[in-house]
């Protein structure tokens, strides 16, 4: 059994991973800002996650540190919330480094989040571990995921073992917004392509990203950077046709790139999200062996569709 300490354990990613840590047994820790608490299986411990406190005694002989933390980018493209998407994953990431600093015996291993919107748009370009990102694209994107790694980078210097995940869209589970708001869309009647719909969209199902995540934890040869996205990435315009086809929905129209652009403040989020892509690919996930459980895109869309239960409205 081991004790897994997971910053940013209340979101959707990381109630997900909890659940599953605590049905193979291991002890859990979860760093919230709500109150300390003893639930089935875990503990919820409280910190700011800005500053070191007495939080960091649970870093103390730990077997590994998961960290999620990071406000959703479905938000509007503004400065000041994207001064707040920086300070949402920077801060934390800071105070975690800052704890290990001093322990005397802070965990061997440190699993990081990232996200392939560090590569903002890149057209039909096929993107791996290899590919150097850019400094340019949107703001919300680019600029927030390169301060989040930049910190890490200053960070994580303590363990033995780091591994930065960059993750894509990952669908399934009650939470799963995603798909929630891809179904909503859908049964608007809204659910054609967004702008030229040749965008690519990198997904990966929940249960994939929840076994990347273990292998982290657990596979001592699992060390620096990893794509955690399903080999198969799709353009929009095949998501939003599997969408339409999993929920019966014969006709969906179109949104035209400048309506997306004019109509995404009004929803509270950003036109970036949808207009720009990216086809990245997990070639070193592969080339270890890693074997995807989900990696038909159909599937993955009936699957998250039932279990979040858009597929029933």
């Known amino acids: 059994m081991a004790r897994i300490v997971i910053a940013g354990g209340t979101g959707y990613l990381g109630r997900a991973l909890t659940r599953r840590l605590v049905t193979r ?97 890149t057209g039909d370009e096929v993107i791996d571990e290899s590919s150097i990102p850019t400094a340019s694209g949107p703001p919300e994107m680019v600029s927030v995921c390169r301060a989040w790694e930049t910190a890490y980078a200053e960070a994580v210097t303590p363990v033995e073992r780091s591994i930065l995940l960059r993750m894509s869209i990952a669908l399934g589970g009650q939470d799963d917004r995603a798909t929630l708001r891809l179904a909503r869309i859908v049964g608007w009647g809204l659910g054609g392509t967004v702008g030229s719909g040749k965008q690519w969209v990198s997904w990966i199902a929940l249960n994939d990203l929840l076994d990347i995540l273990v292998r982290a934890i657990d596979d001592p040869s699992m060390t620096g950077l990893y794509h955690a996205t399903s080999p198969s990435p799709v353009t929009n315009a095949e998501m939003m046709a599997t969408f339409r086809a999993a929920m019966g929905k014969r006709v969906g129209l179109p949104t035209p790139a400048m309506i997306a652009r004019l109509g995404a403040p009004i929803l509270g989020t950003s036109a970036s999200l949808a207009l720009t892509g990216r086809r990245c690919v997990p070639t070193r996930l592969l080339s270890e062996g890693f074997s995807f459980r989900h990696s038909e895109f159909a599937e993955t869309v009936r699957a998250a569709l039932e279990t979040s239960g858009a597929g029933r409205h």
Do not use: M
């Open 25 to 121: 047994h291991d002890e859990v820790v979860v760093l919230t800002r709500g109150a300390s608490c003893q639930n089935d299986g875990w503990r919820a411990v409280r910190w700011d996650a800005r500053t070191v406190g007495d939080w960091a005694e649970e870093l103390e002989g730990a077997d590994a540190i998961v960290h999620l933390n990071g406000r959703s980018v479905d938000t509007r493209a503004t400065r000041r919330n994207i001064e707040e998407l920086i300070s949402s994953r920077v801060d934390p990431v800071r105070a975690v480094g800052g704890g290990l600093a001093g322990c005397a015996s802070p965990p061997p291993v440190w699993v990081q989040s990232g996200s392939l919107a560090l590569f903002g748009d």
